[in-house]
């Protein structure tokens, strides 16, 4: 025997509620299977939670807008990191620079792999690594060295310290979308239990209301109200023995 289930998804409720208010609306008071007190709540709660969750939905919007943007400038920032790397590799190849010199950026003056460059961290940590890097190079070599140094390009440390600055603010905003977004949850998830007792009446009263109907006929009418009723494991729905 099919037996009624509370909704446990918030598309869930809006389903029952959104049900019970146009039956409500299309149905005389006399014959209304919920109790006046239920519909005047109904009345009240309903419009807010959808209002809630309209907005919930579009904070959800802005908060994946900033998470595509945030995302494609973390892929440019890790490129252009890694570009410089390979093109100061290169340069260490040529003799153009010195393999000691990869020392200012952090990376081991033997080696000319890539470091690890996979987490927003290790991108954002390497950027600073060659900003700062290339400033100590650039400055604090010997003025008296036979050999003039020479500046990091294509790209540059500036080149990618504006890519790095890009993606800061992009990460920063992407994190106030996100705490907008939190809130409005907060806001849906604060009303769940309110709902959740609204549900529960509608249920109840639905049902009682229409207690001396044959069971099949009493689930029949109530589904008109938004009770929502499921078959067990291996039993047929209602709706196929009547098609049968």
Known sequence: MPFRQFPASVNGRISVLEKTSEKANSTSGEQWAISTETQTTLTNLYPAFRQEIGERQEQFAKQAEATENENAQQQVLRRIVSHFIRVFNMGVERGQFGAPDRLYYGLDASQSDLPRLVTEQEIVTWARNLIDGE??????????????????????????????????????????EKQAFDAENKDVLDMLPEIDELIRDIYDEVEFYYRKETPANRRKLARQWGVVYVSRPGEKSEEEVVDE
């Open 135 to 176: 400033q100590k190079r650039t400055q604090q070599r010997d003025p008296d060295a036979p050999v003039a140094v020479v500046a990091m390009s294509n790209p540059s440390a500036t080149e990618v310290e504006t890519e790095l600055n890009k993606y800061v603010e992009l990460s920063n905003a992407q994190s106030a």
